[in-house]
T-cell receptor, first 114, second 114 residues
């Protein structure tokens, strides 16, 4: 009965490859997010998305693209992986984005680019 | 712009010691404030939150009060346990339109020794 799940948990790949990380939430939420946590544990928003709007953090390279087949899923596609993409990626969801709405996080996907 | 500053870690305490982790924020308007906890190897869990000035969030013996006059949301616990060892993140919810995203501090690692 996991609320927000991500697959895979670990991903090791070579530079230049294309990979995807999947995220699913069973909370009935309408808004989903992707965050990146770097090696120093710093967390930063990458995308937020609901059925009305995709908001992209301006610092995210266009090699990263979110894809949402339905309200319960927001997958992250990464093209031409680079060493600097190594990080932990967290998916989250909430019901709306307004005041006080709690975001619930998945367990994270640890990506290592060699 | 919006930002969160929390005290640098690591913080090392003995069991049953008093804990304070300082957090201050800069924001336009009246953001909601959160503390998230990340146990080793796991994702982020909501610890507590406050949505308006003078609100006190509390959970598992942790407390934090939303102080608008000092723009602070310090985390406190009267008696820490070894199981509280984790990284603690202070965050504010920046929202606009239909969505909001969390802006995190850099995290404070807490180690509690028996």
């Amino acid at each position: 009965d996991t609320a927000v799940s991500q697959t895979p948990k670990y991903l090791v790949t070579q530079m230049g490859n294309d990979k995807s990380i999947k995220c699913e939430q069973n909370l009935g939420h309408d808004t989903m997010y992707w965050y990146k946590q770097d090696s120093k544990k710093f967390l930063k928003i990458m995308f937020s998305y609901n059925n009305k709007e995709l908001i992209i953090n301006e610092t995210v390279p266009n090699r990263f693209s979110p894809k949402s087949p339905d309200k319960a899923h927001l997958n992250l596609h990464i093209n031409s992986l680079e060493l600097g993409d190594s990080a932990v990626y967290f998916c989250a969801s909430s019901q709306g984005g307004a005041r006080g709405k709690t975001q619930y996080f998945g367990p994270g996907t640890r990506l290592l680019v060699l | 712009g919006n930002s969160v500053t929390q005290m640098e870690g690591p913080v090392t305490l003995s069991e049953e010691a008093f804990l304070t982790i300082n957090c201050t924020y800069t924001a336009t308007g009246y953001p909601s404030l959160f503390w998230y906890v990340q146990y080793p190897g796991e994702g982020l869990q909501l610890l507590l939150k406050a949505t308006k000035a003078d609100d006190k969030g509390s959970n598992k013996g942790f407390e934090a009060t939303y102080r608008k006059e000092t723009t602070s949301f310090h985390l406190e616990k009267g008696s820490v346990q070894v199981s509280d060892s984790a990284v603690y993140f202070c965050a504010l919810l920046k929202y606009g339109g239909s969505q909001g995203n969390l802006i995190f501090g850099k995290g404070t690692k807490l180690s509690v020794k028996p």
